[in-house]
């Protein structure tokens, strides 16, 4: 008989680095669920990616076990990092902050194809140009598509 799921709980935790501390202790605690466990089972899936910002979705069930999923860096933050910019632009029409190409809008594309709602690796690099435009970052060269 399959588990009885009860809550769903989505957190941004950065890649081995997850302690009891707020957001992750209140938000699990408030659900019933082994906050330690979580820590060390999420700790030890993402010891190869210290410090990125990771999505998680932790699925709680009735008998108060979990499982979780981890998702790819969200798209802004592969782009500040490719960038080596710290901050999105507050004025994204008027101020720009970075520039990006079309090659690098490609490899995270392909890399975040997986967790996006698109099904070409074209619609998928439109969708993350225009997370970049709309942080200040400027996309050069021509559109190869």
Do not use: H
């Amino acid at each position: 008989m399959a588990k009885e799921l009860s809550a769903i709980v989505k957190l941004q935790i950065k890649g081995g680095a997850a302690n009891p501390a707020p957001p992750i202790g209140p938000a699990l605690g408030a659900k019933g669920v082994n906050i330690m466990e979580f820590c060390k089972q999420f700790n030890s899936r993402t010891a190869e990616q210290p410090g990125k910002v990771l999505p998680v979705i932790i699925n709680v069930y009735s008998d108060k076990t979990f499982d979780f999923i981890i998702k790819r860096p969200p798209v802004a933050a592969q782009i500040m990092e490719v960038t080596k910019v710290k901050l999105g632009s507050g004025q994204s029409n008027r101020k720009k902050v970075g520039s990006i190409s079309w090659d690098q809008i490609k490899k995270i594309a392909e890399d975040k194809i997986v967790d996006m709602n698109c099904f070409t690796i074209e619609s998928a690099m439109s969708m993350v140009a225009g997370t970049a435009r709309s942080m200040g970052v400027t996309v050069s060269g021509n559109k190869p598509f």
